[in-house]
DNA sequence: CCAGAGTTTGCCTTCTTTAA
DNA sequence: TTAAAGAAGGCAAACTCTGG
């Protein structure tokens, strides 16, 4: 017994004043109790000027703020009383008991998430810190001042019904630092990134874990029992305090040398153009590591062992033209285009460049997530069969700014009217079997949209013709209906073969 | 000094939450 | 719906303290 307190002196002459006669109902039912408040129970409602109290005393807003002790009435405390276990015992076994200072968290209200209303006595002790700092006081003094204001906002916040995010959070300990004018004091934003927003769930947790891991480091409670009052998770505050609570949660696991291997087959597999998904690696690791079943876990770490390897979306691949594709049809692409584009001065005039850049679209997906090489972009992946279905865009416009409308080439035997909807008559449509652009629907796209209208009024429709009859020559593309010419065209493409690369290659 | 009980701590797995 | 990160729980070894 530290302390004899006057006011609980007080407290129990009224509560035998009210046994003996009866003033008011409340007291009725105190005096119904069979457990009556000890002295150590009553203790919290006048904090006193000891030096424990003292110690304790920066602590006390956050230790009152976050443990729902507010919500306690004085029926609560009645009915929920419990007895002090250690009250007679000594508490040397402890390196420190966290018991003579029970009184500031009473153990009849340890929810893990408390509901936080309002209580004369925490939001006086935050004023009367306040009025402290007001008078001067040290950097940690107004460091701590700051936590506390920016504290006590959260803690109003929550009386009513509004998201409190770390936005809010933020502002509030920015407000607070103009108040305190604590010298050097910078919010932590988190670096370029900006930080995400929690919401209010996640920010009282947070300060919970702040308060609790405060008991441990100021106040010597123990791991276990300050995360049991402050209805936190013993490991989690246990990480917390020992910093690792942020990135990986455990040590470097050993890999098995078997791993290695298999890590480096599906880099292999990968790289020849047949990745595996994450259920070809299953049993493997699941042999490997000596698991019963295969699950996300299992893959997710597999992954973050290797840090070669990442999952990757594969890049569909048709194998056939990879076979079709030559030297020496290369260098016969790229001398014709030189031919065009220099020897017959298509490139002149701005009027004269003409750029149709051709985008696919897959409409039937024929991706999947796959194990490959890390910081790979395109995940080759070879399959056999017939042609993707496909939407091709082919927007056209000059180097003098003329933008023409669109051609958008689908996949299918006939137009669909609603296809066009919402385009403003800025579309040109047009349909194949495979969606992929072929030389009728090209030439029909020069004749119909780019060498009529404004291209004809300004007398460009010679170099469309020349051009045309070039390609028709040269490429042999109109007469000759051959689909597998186009196709090594798209395969060029695929290679990065371009008329843009050729171009700057020439230069 | 030793046994035993209680506590702390590390490692691992499983569950939950969140973002895309 | 799924991947990823965080939280929580189980287990066991190490550690601490007490009593004989």
Not at 88 to 95: A, F, G, K, V, Y
Not at 395 to 405: I, R
Request: some cysteine.
């Amino acid at each position: 017994m530290d302390t004899v307190y006057p006011m609980n002196i007080l407290n129990l002459l009224e509560t035998e004043y009210g046994q003996h006669f009866q003033p008011s109902d409340s007291h009725n039912q105190a005096a119904g109790c069979s457990v009556l408040p000890t002295e150590e129970d009553l203790r919290f409602r006048l904090p006193t000027n000891t030096s424990t109290v003292d110690e304790f005393e920066k602590s006390f807003a956050i230790t009152n703020l976050l443990n729902g002790y507010t919500d306690a009435t004085p029926d609560d405390r009645l009915t929920n009383y419990e007895p002090l276990s250690n009250e007679t015992e000594p508490s040397s076994r402890r390196r420190k008991s966290c018991s003579s200072l029970e009184y500031r968290i009473p153990k009849f209200h340890l929810t893990k998430q408390p509901t936080l209303t309002t209580r004369n006595g925490s939001i006086r002790q935050l004023n009367e810190w306040e009025r402290q700092l007001a008078a001067g006081g040290s950097r940690i003094d107004k460091l701590e001042a700051i936590g506390l204001k920016t504290g006590k906002q959260f803690f109003l916040a929550k009386q009513k019904p509004h998201v409190v995010k770390d936005m809010d959070i933020q502002r509030w300990a920015l407000t607070t630092h103009r108040d305190v004018g604590l010298a050097g004091f910078q919010l932590r934003l988190g670096g370029a990134k900006a930080p995400k927003l929690k919401t209010s769930t996640e920010a009282h947790a947070q300060l919970t874990l702040e308060a609790a891991s405060q008991a441990v480091a100021k106040l010597e409670w123990s791991e276990r029992e300050s995360a049991m009052l402050y209805g936190v998770n013993r490991r989690t505050l246990s990480n917390r305090l020992n910093n690792r609570h942020l990135g990986p949660h455990r040590k470097q696991p050993k890999i098995p040398p078997q791993e290695e291997a298999l890590a480096d087959f599906v880099l292999a597999c990968s790289g020849t153009g047949i990745p595996l998904i994450r259920q070809h690696c299953a049993a493997p690791i699941v042999e490997i590591n000596n698991r019963h079943a295969f699950n996300d876990q299992h893959s997710c770490r597999f992954l973050q062992r290797h840090p070669t390897l990442s999952i990757r979306v594969t890049h569909a691949n048709n194998r056939k033209k990879d076979r079709d594709w030559t030297h020496e049809l290369a260098d016969k692409y790229i001398s014709k285009l030189t031919e065009l584009l220099f020897h017959r001065a298509f490139l002149d005039e701005p009027e004269q460049v003409w750029n149709l850049d051709e985008s696919v679209f897959n409409t039937a997906e024929m991706f999947d997530r796959v194990v490959g090489r890390k910081g790979m972009r395109q995940i080759y992946s070879q399959f056999d069969g017939t042609e993707k279905e496909l939407v091709t865009i082919l927007p056209c416009g000059n180097a003098a700014g003329l933008q023409l409308p669109f051609m958008a080439l689908f996949s299918g035997k006939r137009h669909v009217r609603s296809r066009l909807d919402g385009t403003s008559g800025h579309c040109y449509p047009g349909v194949n079997d495979s969606g992929t652009m072929d030389q009728l629907h090209f030439a029909n796209y020069l004749n119909d949209r780019v060498i009529p209208g404004e291209v004809a009024a300004k007398d460009y429709q010679p170099i469309f013709e020349r051009l045309t009859e070039s390609l028709s020559a040269e490429l042999d593309i109109v007469d000759q209906n051959d689909r597998d010419e186009i196709l090594e065209f798209i395969g060029l493409k695929q290679r990065g073969v371009t008329p843009g690369a050729v171009l700057a290659a020439s230069l």
